[in-house]
């Protein structure tokens, strides 16, 4: 790509002033000249936000870090699911850890100023970028395909939506992680039933984008949801050092 892509403002249309704080980590993995020059207006990115930093690692001195996150169960799970990047992300020379909490605003302009730099990052050197924040690790082409959106990439791309069994047998638990990116609580739907599973993942799409663009939910509030004649009630709660979501969450309940 040989000319720069023009920054646009990514605005969030529902946002009100508050207290929340959005949460960015990455890890590239790669080999980088001495150097670190970034070509990031070509995705365009003004640069790294204030309050985001990069800090370089030899891969070997990183892997000492008891919080590696290619040990432990995030690394195993990252083996099993995208073997070829974990090795590749294994064996390269070093890593550039990107990572910085940043007052809530009006526009998701931050994210899309960082995620032209971690662009810039594959052209010059980087071969896979770690998101732990949704459990996942990429390639340079998937990263590519999945982020480099005209435009932008939808909200959904940047949460991993969950289903896991609830004790019930025919009740299932849809959830998010990742929603730390936006400053706002994950999403939980509980107690839904299997007829509604395709159903109560479009809702979540459907609140991951809501809440992205700045929305929130207080405790109590009704949510109206097509089918379901007392729609649902949202209940905040959690909190940061939860394991599920690794953040707060808000919790809705599917009727019996």
Known sequence: MSEAITSVSWPRPYWQPGEDEAVLQFYVFGKFEPELLIPSPRYGS?????????????NAVLRQWEGYPLNGALGQLIKEDTPEAFEDARIAPEVLVVRGVLKDGASLDYLRDTLGVLAGMLDVGGTAILDPQVLTLFDAAHWRRHYLVKDGAPPRH??????????AADRSWIHTRGMRKFG??????????DRDVDRAGVLCERLVELLSLGAHFSAGQQLEVEGLPDGLVAQPGGSLDDPEFNN???????PE
């Open 46 to 58: 003004r640069g790294l936000p204030a309050g985001v930093e990069i800090q370089r690692f030899q």
């Open 248 to 254: 707060t969450h808000i919790e809705f309940r599917w």
């Open 158 to 167: 940047h949460v991993l939506i969950l289903r896991s069994s609830e004790a």
């Open 184 to 193: 706002r609580p994950d999403i939980s739907l509980r107690n839904v039933p």
